[in-house]
């Protein structure tokens, strides 16, 4: 009972393993993905790196080894600082001296130093690292989505062209055996020149039919299985069986994580804006040290700094960025409003794209009951009916059947679309990694 239990469990995942097998061999060696993943992690390390303040750079600095080929003097000097805590450095140092000629150790003491600039501007750079490793998401995301729906679209016209190329063939080789056999007849003077040319021109339509579709055919450089386009379709249906109203995919869309990003570029902006004064003012860096003093009655003593670098004159370099500040924050603002409305516009068109598709599959629907009718008709009374006849009414069937796997596909792709739109990652809505 139990390994009852566990088949039916694992049919809904097995049905779909050939299909995302092909997606995450596809990922694999997929450039776009590739370079998107490259993108994130180095995003997600600039992000842990600056989140992990309380991890210290412990090192030498200015190790030096001095000798005049009788004696020598070894200098270590060793630091653990903790960088960029909101804008402070913080620094523990230390340095050893050895003398070879008194054979002797000296240290210089402890020191602990504390600086800031000024105008660190801290929370701008958090910001940026945020904004960056959201985005990074988003390319991931984002490519990982055009490489599913292409190889959804390769297994698709593979497939549907094969299929066509078929019947398009079959039905020329029909239309080419009537055009001889009303030859004879035109010869014999049952047939006239009208009913000749018309068949001609059947010929040339269903031949560029044929070279249209064989260059279609050519875009699909794999072949796929059967197999393949049934766990395809299996898996399209699956995650668009549930799909948002418009209503609610237009509230969900505004967490999409490129909008987001888009946010916090108008936010970094904003501050920029807010604080381009800075560009005329000087940025000075405060320093304020603890240092083991043996000379010190207290045995240590204390010491504030201040240091700062200005240009008089510059090359309008200060002019410049303070416009560039000013100019970046309303263009940040409007590339918001405009991706927003790009946003909803994507939206209303994936329903729209639905809708026709729903409307385009009904009316393939009853063609094909219409060619099967039809078929059955002539079937019915194949004593009556030429074998050509027949024929043809069959691949009519058979093209009306090709033509509503084609509607059922762009109706799936609509909803896609949709998916899309509101910013999912179709490949893990489908299963896969």
Same mark, same amino acid.
């Given at each position: 009972?139990?390994?009852?239990?566990?088949?039916?469990?694992?049919?809904?995942?097995?049905?779909?393993?050939?299909?995302?097998?092909?997606?995450?061999?596809?990922?694999?060696?997929?450039?776009?993905?590739?370079?998107?993943?490259?993108?994130?992690?180095?995003?997600?390390?600039?992000?842990?790196?600056?989140?992990?303040?309380?991890?210290?750079?412990?090192?030498?600095?200015?190790?030096?080894?001095?000798?005049?080929?009788?004696?020598?003097?070894?200098?270590?000097?060793?630091?653990?600082?903790?960088?960029?805590?909101?804008?402070?450095?913080?620094?523990?140092?230390?340095?050893?001296?050895?003398?070879?000629?008194?054979?002797?150790?000296?240290?210089?003491?402890?020191?602990?130093?504390?600086?800031?600039?000024?105008?660190?501007?801290?929370?701008?750079?958090?910001?940026?690292?945020?904004?960056?490793?959201?985005?990074?998401?988003?390319?991931?995301?984002?490519?990982?989505?055009?490489?599913?729906?292409?190889?959804?679209?390769?297994?698709?016209?593979?497939?549907?062209?094969?299929?066509?190329?078929?019947?398009?063939?079959?039905?020329?080789?029909?239309?080419?055996?009537?055009?001889?056999?009303?030859?004879?007849?035109?010869?014999?003077?049952?047939?006239?020149?009208?009913?000749?040319?018309?068949?001609?021109?059947?010929?040339?339509?269903?031949?560029?039919?044929?070279?249209?579709?064989?260059?279609?055919?050519?875009?699909?450089?794999?072949?796929?299985?059967?197999?393949?386009?049934?766990?395809?379709?299996?898996?399209?249906?699956?995650?668009? *069986?549930?799909?948002? $109203? =418009?209503?609610?995919? !237009?509230?969900?869309? %505004?967490?999409?994580? @490129?909008?987001? /990003?888009? &946010?916090?570029?108008?936010?970094?902006?904003?501050?920029?804006?807010?604080?381009?004064?800075?560009?005329?003012?000087?940025?000075?860096?405060?320093?304020?040290?603890?240092?083991?003093?043996?000379?010190?009655?207290?045995?240590?003593?204390?010491?504030?700094?201040?240091?700062?670098?200005?240009?008089?004159?510059?090359?309008?370099?200060?002019?410049?960025?303070?416009?560039?500040?000013?100019?970046?924050?309303?263009?940040?603002?409007?590339?918001?409003?405009?991706?927003?409305?790009?946003?909803?516009?994507?939206?209303?068109?994936?329903?729209?794209?639905?809708?026709?598709?729903?409307?385009?599959?009904?009316?393939?629907?009853?063609?094909?009951?219409?060619?099967?009718?039809?078929?059955?008709?002539?079937?019915?009374? *194949?004593?009556?009916? $030429? =074998?050509?006849?027949? !024929?043809?009414?069959? %691949?009519?069937?058979? @093209?009306?059947? /090709?033509? &509503?796997?084609?509607?059922?596909?762009?109706?799936?792709?609509?909803?896609?679309?949709?998916?899309?739109?509101?910013?999912?990652?179709?490949?893990?809505?489908?299963?896969?990694?």
């Amino acid at each position: 009972m139990r390994r009852i239990v566990l088949f039916v469990l694992l049919v809904p995942f097995l049905a779909y393993a050939s299909f995302l097998d092909l997606v995450q061999a596809q990922l694999e060696k997929d450039s776009s993905y590739l370079s998107a993943v490259i993108k994130y992690k180095s995003a997600e390390f600039t992000r842990a790196k600056n989140k992990n303040f309380f991890i210290p750079y412990v090192g030498t600095k200015a190790l030096s080894l001095e000798t005049d080929f009788e004696n020598y003097s070894l200098s270590i000097p060793l630091s653990i600082t903790f960088e960029n805590i909101a804008g402070f450095d913080l620094t523990i140092s230390n340095t050893w001296n050895y003398l070879s000629k008194t054979d002797q150790w000296d240290e210089s003491g402890w020191a602990l130093t504390i600086s800031r600039q000024l105008f660190s501007n801290f929370d701008i750079t958090e910001l940026e690292n945020e904004k960056d490793y959201i985005s990074a998401i988003w390319s991931l995301t984002d490519a990982r989505n055009k490489v599913f729906v292409n190889l959804a679209n390769d297994v698709f016209n593979y497939h549907y062209y094969t299929r066509k190329l078929e019947i398009t063939k079959r039905k020329i080789e029909i239309l080419q055996e009537q055009f001889e056999s009303l030859q004879r007849a035109y010869e014999a003077g049952t047939a006239s020149k009208e009913d000749i040319m018309q068949v001609q021109s059947n010929i040339y339509q269903m031949t560029n039919q044929l070279d249209q579709i064989s260059q279609n055919l050519m875009s699909a450089l794999t072949e796929y299985s059967t197999d393949t386009l049934n766990t395809m379709f299996a898996c399209l249906e699956r995650i668009t *069986s549930n799909l948002l $109203s =418009q209503q609610e995919a !237009e509230k969900f869309i %505004l967490n999409r994580l @490129d909008l987001k /990003a888009q &946010l916090m570029s108008v936010e970094i902006a904003r501050r920029e804006s807010e604080r381009s004064y800075q560009q005329w003012l000087p940025n000075p860096t405060f320093s304020f040290s603890v240092k083991q003093d043996e000379n010190s009655d207290k045995g240590f003593s204390l010491s504030l700094g201040f240091a700062f670098g200005y240009n008089i004159v510059d090359r309008g370099e200060r002019d410049y960025n303070y416009n560039y500040a000013k100019n970046n924050y309303t263009l940040q603002q409007r590339l918001a409003d405009e991706q927003l409305d790009n946003m909803k516009k994507s939206v209303q068109k994936a329903y729209l794209s639905i809708k026709i598709g729903e409307s385009s599959k009904r009316v393939a629907e009853l063609d094909l009951q219409l060619k099967k009718m039809e078929y059955e008709r002539l079937l019915s009374a *194949s004593a009556f009916v $030429s =074998q050509s006849d027949l !024929e043809s009414a069959k %691949l009519d069937l058979q @093209d009306a059947e /090709a033509e &509503l796997l084609k509607a059922t596909y762009n109706l799936l792709i609509g909803k896609l679309s949709l998916l899309q739109a509101c910013g999912y990652d179709l490949v893990e809505l489908a299963g896969g990694k």
